[in-house]
C-alpha cells in the first residue's frame, strides 16, 4: 500500500498557524476520524456550504494526511495558481465533463494521497457572483471505485457562519460499500454509489444539529 504523501511547506505551515484560531476562536471539534485510513488513497466526501470547508476538514487529519483537493480552474492564474497548487489543489473545469481532473484524481489516489471532493460541485448558498447551483455529481463515486479506494462520507457544519464566530463542527463516517458495484456498469455503478453517499452525508451532518 503507498504511503501517504507529506505536505507541502505551505499546507504545512497554513496548517500549522491555523489550527490554534480554528480550534479556539472557532470551537472547532471532530470525531470519527477513525474511519480515515492512515495510508493508501482515498476519497474523502463532503457536503459544501463555504469557501472554508477544506479548512476544518483538513486540520483534523494533519499532519498524517496532505489532502488534495479540485478547484476550480479559474483559480490558476499566476501567482495565485502556485500558492494553490502548494496547498494541495489541482483544477477542474466546472459545467463540463472534465476527464482530465477525474484521471488526475484517480492517479493521485493509486499514488496514496487523500483526494476531497465535494459532490454538490459548488456551494449551496448563492454569493454575488455565483453562477452554479449546487447539484450532485458522481464523480466522487466515480474516481473511488475506478482507483480502487475507499469512499469517505464528512459532514461539516459552522463555515457559513464564521463570521458570527460559530462553532464549527466535522463528523467522519465510515466509508461507503462498494464492493458490491466493482462488477457493473461504471455509470451504474457510480450512480448507486453517489445515492449512497448522499445518504451517508445526509446522516452525518442531521447528527451535528
Partial sequence: MPKPPRPSWLYFAVAALSWPVLKTVFRHRAVGVEHVPREGGLVLAANHSSNFDPWPLGIPLFPRRFLRFMAKSELFWFPLGKIITAAGAFPVRRGER???????????????????????????????????????????????????????????????????????????????????????????????????????????EASLG
Fill in 98 to 204: 472534465d476527464e482530465e481532473a477525474i484521471a488526475t484524481a484517480i492517479a493521485l489516489c493509486r499514488d496514496g494521497h487523500a483526494v476531497v471532493m465535494f459532490p454538490e460541485g459548488t456551494r449551496r448558498l448563492k454569493g454575488l457572483r455565483k453562477k452554479h447551483e449546487a447539484r450532485w455529481h458522481t464523480g466522487a463515486a466515480r474516481i473511488a471505485l475506478e482507483a480502487g479506494v475507499p469512499l469517505v462520507p464528512v459532514g461539516i457544519s459552522g463555515t457559513d457562519r464564521l463570521g458570527r464566530l460559530g462553532p464549527v463542527r466535522v463528523r467522519f463516517g465510515a466509508a461507503v460499500e462498494l464492493g458490491d458495484l466493482r462488477d457493473l456498469l461504471p455509470a451504474e455503478g457510480a450512480q448507486i454509489a453517489t445515492d449512497r453517499l448522499r445518504s451517508a452525508i445526509a446522516e452525518l
